[in-house]
Nanobody
């Protein structure tokens, strides 16, 4: 059983920064596609960022256009952690942010339905 726990959310002013963390347990972590998604009130869940394993020691990071250049995702395989550094935050970034994991091949990191495991979410609120 895979268990994901997010942390790091909170209230921040526009232009500020937050760093989200996701702790994973229960399965070999290094080969997983790890993703961040978010869901704002009244809106559908949307892809934010993902890092998928491409074999050997190669990983590929992908970002939604709306966060590219502002958010950076990273992973710490030995410690089963992923992070989402969020800079230059905007009010439209306000949402519940979810960490997700998947081991399917080929990876489809932007597809939420592909992911089998999800965390409970952490609230990010950006005030104007």
């Amino acid at each position: 059983q895979v268990h994901l726990v997010e942390s790091g959310g909170g209230l921040v002013q526009a232009g500020g920064s937050l760093r989200l963390s996701c702790a994973a347990s229960g399965r070999t972590f290094s080969s997983a596609t790890m993703g961040w998604f978010r869901q704002a009130p009244g809106k559908e869940r949307e892809f934010v960022a993902a890092i998928n394993w491409e074999g050997g020691g190669t990983y590929y990071a992908d970002y939604a256009d709306s966060v590219k250049g502002r958010f950076t995702m990273s992973r710490d395989n030995p410690n089963n952690m992923v992070y989402l550094q969020m800079n230059s935050l905007k009010p439209e970034d306000t949402a519940v942010y979810y960490c997700a994991a998947d081991w399917a091949r080929p990876p489809m990191p932007r597809e939420g339905k592909q992911y089998d495991y999800w965390g409970q979410g952490t609230q990010v609120t950006v005030s104007s």
